[in-house]
């Protein structure tokens, strides 16, 4: 029986960590035992996909995929005498994209900064930036991208630049965070496939991560550094400074490419220019068959010069790639992934970066300082991916790593390190509307004048608790908490019809912008209705100087029996016994008395069931809004009482 079986029994230990790196080409599997400070590598294997599964590291046919890594899974099983039900893996995705963006947020005054005001801020710019994201890349408003994770890389108090917001006093708040977005389709395929060999996902990072993580170690981030994983369809890139990963991003552009280069040159099939891509460094001269059954000697000069077009392509692509994430050129460069060792691309690295050629290395020096083994060799840069899955999930493991169950599944993280309630759910593809709700469009048209409001209904809370406990956005997330989320409901947007403002009939003159409309049809948001009663064969005008609004029937309308008293502005004096006789809430809302009926429910108003008051229009808003009660900042969920001073302004 092999030695190794000495550690591993019948059954895998909870602290041993099993990989998987799903690259284009091949797949690799590793298992690590954490042994002190380092992680002691027991066993890899690899296969490669037999046709062209994986695209740009995207996968494409989930089936075949899942046949090759139950292959590797199944040698590994063989080798280590026990069964592997657990698997750690990294999302390449072909279109990972990345957003650098600064977002401000004023307070009406200098006040204490709270956690969830900072949860506030950061939501802020990461919506930002998905809307900066989606502009760009055309999408439709359906959101298709994960939050993967993000990075804040300074806060500002009163344009003064701070490490922690929380507990010091300021009015002007501001973030800049690097956030980063991948297809669902990356994510969700990955799983499908780990699920299809029985397989349950422990975790999920990104590759560019867990390459850093295995060619950079902590110690020496303070640097800035960059790290090229360049695989054979896509070239991961991470880049770190002051002990951080501050970006990642990829380049798609990789081994392919120059293995496409010797296929067009020399009209061979993929499986033969590969294998002559491998063989350049090996020998002076290679022989191969062509499709058409010629045999053909080249020498490695001629191959050189064949792939030096797409090479050069290459180098200029993750040379800017690099420059492009880290803002400017970095101290060094570590190259690391199977294509790394393709002769003269670390020379073009140099050329295209216009950097020391001391500066750009092989990774593989620094593996050792996490892992070892007794029996590989663990400085192949190809290992760069699959080693640091299995660094990142030990030391993960050491720290009491992550295990988070959102909604009765095992939650989607993809980075380590802290978390509050709100990183949980945008990694898992909500957004921040789906956190407060969003309140149905109004509908406004103007009546011989006078502007008339339909309500849309009000969007339904949403629910969120941790372990059972009603939680907040900003609440920390430990290991083994449970997270029940239920996305609030958006209300339903105002319809009405003609009949809604005035009655049929002949003997009214009936105008909907300037045009005369006989039937009753439904209205729009800007419609301009001129209604004229006729008298004797004459048309007489209305007149009117003031707004009516009029409630849609819903959740929050009055009761049947109350119909007639609208939710106007009212004089102090008329409403004050009102008040106390119906059960009516007065509050102020912009200097005004607002007068608001009970609820069917009898349930309490909140300060998001005033923000339709507002005459704001929140689907195109141009600045930071505004909550205030009382004097103080407020919040969606802030309960109302009677005579409360509200106020909600754009800045």
């Known amino acids: 029986m092999d030695n190794r079986n000495s550690i591993l029994t019948d059954t895998l230990p909870d602290q041993a960590i099993f990989a998987l790196d799903i690259g284009t080409r091949s797949i690799i599997g590793m298992v690590g035992m954490p042994d002190g400070e380092r992680i002691h590598i027991v066993a890899i294997e690899r296969a490669e996909h037999t046709k062209r599964a994986m695209i740009d590291g995207q996968i494409e046919d989930i089936e075949q995929v899942a046949k090759i890594a139950g292959q590797v899974k199944d040698r590994l099983e063989r080798k280590l005498g026990c069964k592997l039900n657990k698997v750690c893996v990294a999302a390449a995705g072909r279109a990972l994209r990345t957003e650098s963006v600064t977002f401000e947020m004023e307070l009406s005054r200098a006040q204490k900064i709270d956690a969830e005001s900072v949860s506030k801020l950061e939501a802020g710019a990461i919506s ?13 408003s359906d959101r298709q991208f994960y939050l993967v994770g993000y990075t804040v890389s300074r806060y500002y108090l009163d344009n003064y630049m701070i490490s922690n917001l929380v507990d010091h006093h300021g009015r002007v708040l501001k973030v800049d965070i690097i956030a980063t977005f991948l297809p669902t389709e990356v994510v969700e395929s990955l799983y499908s496939a780990m699920h299809k060999i029985n397989l349950e996902v422990a975790s999920l990072t990104l590759e560019p991560i867990a390459a850093i993580n295995a060619a950079i170690p902590q110690n020496i981030r303070l640097l800035n550094l960059a790290m090229v994983d360049i695989g054979a369809g896509t070239s991961d ?11 990642y991003t990829m380049a798609i552009l990789a081994g392919d490419e120059i293995t496409e280069s010797i296929m067009k040159e020399y009209l061979v099939d993929f499986e033969t220019a590969e294998k002559i891509k491998a063989e350049i460094d090996e020998a002076e001269e290679i022989q191969f068959t062509d499709i058409l059954g010629f045999e053909q000697t080249i020498t490695k000069d001629s191959i050189f010069q064949s792939i030096q077009e797409a090479s050069s392509r290459l180098c200029e692509e993750i040379s800017e790639k690099i420059l492009e994430i880290n803002g400017g050129m970095p101290s060094a460069v570590f190259l690391a992934g199977g294509g790394s060792r393709l002769s003269g691309l670390k020379e073009g690295i140099v050329e295209h970066l216009k950097i020391d050629s001391k500066r750009v290395a092989i990774a593989g020096n620094n593996f050792k300082i996490n892992a070892f083994s007794e029996e590989y060799d663990l400085e192949n840069p190809e290992y760069a991916t699959p080693l640091g899955i299995v660094i990142s999930a030990g030391f993960n493991i050491i720290n009491d790593s992550y295990r988070i169950v959102l909604n009765d599944r095992p939650a989607k993280i993809f980075r380590n390190g802290s978390f509050t309630v709100m990183d949980v759910l945008m990694m898992n593809g909500y957004n921040y ?17 006078k502007r008339t409001i339909f309500y849309g209904e009000k969007a339904e809370p949403s629910v969120l608790k941790v372990n059972g406990e009603e939680a907040q956005l900003s609440d920390p997330v430990n290991s083994e908490d449970w997270i029940v989320f239920v996305p609030a409901t958006h209300g339903k947007s105002a319809q009405a019809k003609l009949s809604d403002v005035t009655e049929l009939g002949p003997d009214k003159l ?4 300037e045009e005369r409309v006989y039937s009753d049809i439904p209205l729009k948001t800007g419609d301009s209705i001129t209604i004229e009663e006729v008298i004797n064969d004459e048309e007489l005008s209305i007149e009117e100087d003031e707004t009516d609004v009029i409630p849609v029937p819903g959740i929050h309308s009055a009761p049947a029996e109350m119909k007639s008293t609208s939710i106007q502005l009212e004089p102090v004096s008329e409403f004050q016994n009102k008040e106390e006789i119906r059960g009516e809430l007065t509050v102020f809302l912009n200097e005004k008395p607002l007068i608001l009926p009970p609820k069917p429910d009898n349930q309490p108003y909140y300060l998001m069931d005033i923000l339709e008051y507002s005459g704001l229009d929140f689907k195109n808003l141009t600045r930071q809004v505004m909550l205030e009660i009382n004097g103080e900042s407020g919040y969606f969920q802030q309960e109302l009482h009677s005579r409360d001073n509200i106020k909600i302004y754009q800045v």
Request: with cysteine.
């Open 128 to 140: 930002e930036a998905e809307k900066m994201f989606m502009n760009r890349e055309g999408k439709d």
């Open 237 to 247: 890139i991470a880049v770190c400074r002051d002990g951080s990963v501050t970006g």
């Open 433 to 449: 509307q789906d956190m407060i709700g969003r309140s149905g469009q109004n509908l406004v048209v103007s009546v011989n004048g």
């Open 510 to 513: 009936i105008l909907i912008n």
